[in-house]
């Protein structure tokens, strides 16, 4: 395969009896969903394990920064006090993207 290197690795994956890959790949649901891997039957075989718990708890941890949690609080106080500035204007950002603050859906 030529091209672009990781989606050939992509490509040859899909069909590949053993793949190696970064711990990250196999226990962050972001990104076993975005690239695809399904452990439904696969047998993993996990090289220095102990590192296993690490990785765990840093795809379950965010870091924000008290002036972003502070906006975030003001902004659900005001959706909850008035309901109409959930949505932000088509075709512009939002003062809420502007500012980091993005609902994810």
């Not at 711990?23 to 047998?43: F, H, N, Q, T, W």
């Not at 996990?46 to 296993?52: M, P, T, Y």
């Amino acid at each position: 395969i030529t091209g672009c290197p990781y989606y050939s690795t992509i490509a040859l994956a899909a069909e590949a009896d053993l793949v190696f890959c970064p711990y990250a790949y196999l226990v962050d649901p972001i990104v076993r969903s975005a690239m695809k891997i399904e452990l439904d039957g696969a047998i993993v075989i996990l090289d220095e394990a102990h590192n296993i718990e690490s990785e765990c708890r840093d795809a379950g941890t965010a870091e924000v920064d008290l002036s972003k949690l502070m906006a975030a609080v003001e902004w659900c106080i005001a959706v909850r006090n008035d309901p109409t500035r959930r949505k932000p204007t088509q075709g512009k950002r939002s003062d809420q993207a502007e500012k980091g603050l993005v609902l994810m859906r």
